[in-house]
T-cell receptor, first 113, second 117 residues
């Protein structure tokens, strides 16, 4: 079964502290993974995708196939990072055409001053 | 581009009433997704379309839910009759075709918050 697990509902850190939001997935093929973010009163938007191997707003995420994980990390959290973060897996579907995303339940990150 | 546009933003209705949620895709996108968000279950896919054709509707809870895409830029999600357990935020998202720089990225609307009393 294709599944995304985010074990933490809420993560609270102080400004300047490192942050790691955990994501584990279950998928039999080669996964395509994403992190989406929803800031207060804004729409859900893409933060980063693993195939780009990029750093966005100081965040990085490395795909670990051995541990089936795609944890999101930032060395020094900022107050403006407070938001809801969703890990997502691109699902296989019929005929391999454009598929939907399977989302984890999300982790609310709170960065305190 | 204003992005994906959903209406209404908020809807409060009584059990048994019909509810219609609307979504306008980003111009040029050819995939359309309806998600439902609740505290208990997070974001769940209800149905998605590719080039106006429903590809996967296995997430639609039951026959009370139906979705249509009458043209390439517009979709509706209808609940009839509505029940209190349908209370949730319903998100619409669109996606461009494969092969481009945004392959796999979903562009979300602001959501429609539904409360069924």
């Amino acid at each position: 079964a294709q599944r995304v697990t985010q074990p933490e509902k809420l993560l609270s850190v102080f400004k300047g502290a490192p942050v790691e939001l955990k994501c584990n997935y279950s998928y039999s093929g080669s996964p395509e993974l994403f992190w989406y973010v929803q800031y207060s009163r804004q729409r859900l938007q893409l933060l980063l995708r693993h195939i780009s191997r990029e750093s966005i707003k100081g965040f990085t995420a490395d795909l670990n196939k051995g541990e089936t994980s795609f944890h999101l990390k930032k060395p020094f959290a900022q107050e403006e990072d407070s938001a809801m973060y969703y890990c997502a897996l691109k699902a296989t579907n019929y005929g391999g055409s454009q598929g939907n995303l399977i989302f984890g339940k999300g982790t609310k990150l709170s960065v305190k001053p | 581009d204003a992005g994906v546009i959903q209406s209404p933003r908020h809807e409060v209705t009584e059990m048994g009433q019909e509810v219609t949620l609307r979504c306008k895709l980003i111009s040029g996108h050819n995939s359309l997704f309806w998600y439902r968000q609740t505290m208990m279950r997070g974001l769940e896919l209800l149905i998605y379309f590719n080039n106006n054709v429903p590809i996967d509707d296995s997430g639609m809870p039951e026959d009370r839910f139906s979705a249509k895409m009458p043209n390439a830029s517009f979709s509706t999600l209808k609940i009839q009759p509505s029940e209190p357990r349908d209370s949730a935020v319903y998100f619409c998202a669109s996606s461009p075709g494969t092969g481009g720089p945004n392959t796999g990225e979903l562009f979300f609307g602001e959501g429609s918050r539904l409360t069924v009393l």
